[in-house]
């Protein structure tokens, strides 16, 4: 079993930058696909961002060019850096990993949620 937290949620003006981080911790073989997803009240869950254990990216239209999503697989934690920021990125981004536990079975994981809030 595996749990992931984040932290670096925050109050930024329009325009700053913050960074998230998710470590994942616990018993487990390996991770693979690791990801950003963010959501705002009355909306669906929408994904930001995705990274796969080779460095593969993928990343939403609506933040290409603006967020980087990174991982260091030693320390088993992915990063979102989000630059130029816009009120429209407020939301509760959540990490989400799918990992395979050491029954060789893929799971998925998700973590607690940390508040982005970008206003004046």
């Known amino acids: 079993q595996a749990q992931l937290v984040e932290s670096g949620g925050g109050l930024v003006q329009p325009g700053g930058s913050l960074r998230l981080s998710c470590a994942a911790s616990?018993?487990?073989?390996?991770?693979?696909?690791m990801a950003w997803y963010r959501q705002v009240p009355g909306k669906q869950r929408e994904l930001v961002a995705r990274i796969t254990r080779g460095g593969s990216r993928n990343v939403a239209d609506s933040v290409k060019g603006r967020f980087t999503i990174s991982r260091d697989n030693a320390k088993n934690t992915v990063y979102l850096q989000m630059n130029s920021l816009e009120p429209e990125d407020t939301a509760v981004y959540y990490c989400?990993?799918?990992?395979?536990?050491?029954?060789?079975?893929?799971?998925?994981?998700w973590g607690q949620g940390t508040q982005v809030t970008v206003s004046s």
């Open positions: 616990g018993s487990f073989f390996s991770i693979n696909v």
């Open positions: 989400n990993a799918a990992i395979y536990d050491t029954n060789d079975r893929i799971n998925e994981y």
